[in-house]
């Protein structure tokens, strides 16, 4: 079965760095566009980013672009997510999740259990 | 983009029906028919229960429908069940590879 598992949350300072984590299993995870999802605590969800799932091309929300970056390995079925200079407003639980159908990356099917980050000094 | 709006919560009794709107904008739910709507559980990850306006993925019970007119999508569960209290929030894609979330609304069954 589907399975994503985020890693990597954490308490960062603001203006630190933190690298996020989602090992997939399951499926053929090369043929497949991925997503991070974010939520704030108590808060409604936000789309962060999403990669093709050859790699070749990245989309970010406007409130994450330029310090955000999306990867992935196909090699090793890693979906990631750098985040420099962290800010309060970036504490959530983010979720990776994998597109619906291929080439269908309008909707999230699978999603990971999530990964908390807090920032805070 | 601002995110689509929903009410903040909504509420229904066993077996009744209720339905969720989700307002966005001629640049986003009234121009694209990629709209869904996920359902939420307390400290659960999300659910895809509709996608394509108003499509069920496999395993999601016929209770759940979608509709869109205009600029408003909406939800509607029928035949509500305790279980079915949770948060929904809508999705429609608004170009150039954005994706833009509804506020979340919180059903409650009575």
């Known amino acids: 079965q589907v399975q994503l598992v985020e890693s990597g949350g954490g308490v960062v300072q603001p203006g630190r760095s933190l690298r996020l984590s989602c090992a997939a299993s399951g499926f053929t995870f090369s043929a497949y566009d991925m997503h991070w999802v974010r939520q704030a605590p108590g808060k409604g969800l936000e789309w962060v980013a999403l990669v093709w799932s050859d790699g070749t091309k990245k989309y970010y929300a406007d409130s994450v672009k330029g310090r955000f970056t999306i990867s992935r390995d196909n090699s090793k079925n890693t979906l990631s997510l750098q985040i420099n200079s962290v800010r309060a407003e970036d504490s959530a639980v983010y979720y990776c999740?994998?597109?619906?159908?291929?080439?269908?990356?309008?909707?999230?099917?699978?999603w990971g259990q999530g990964t908390l980050v807090t920032v805070s000094s | 983009q601002s995110a689509l709006t929903q009410p903040r919560s909504v509420s229904g009794s066993p077996g009744q029906s209720v339905t969720i709107s989700c307002t966005g904008t001629s640049s986003n739910v009234g121009y694209y028919d990629y709209v869904s709507w996920y359902q939420q559980h307390p400290d659960k990850a999300p659910k895809l229960v509709i996608y394509?306006?108003?499509q069920r993925p496999s395993g999601v019970p016929g209770r759940f429908s979608g509709s869109k007119s205009g600029n408003t999508a909406s939800l509607t569960i029928s035949g509500l069940q305790a279980d079915d209290e949770a948060d929904y929030y809508c999705c429609s894609y608004a170009g150039s590879y954005n994706l833009i979330f509804g506020g979340g609304t919180k059903l409650t069954v009575l």
């Open positions: 394509d306006v108003s």
């Open positions: 999740a994998r597109e619906f159908l291929t080439g269908y990356y309008y909707y999230f099917h699978y």
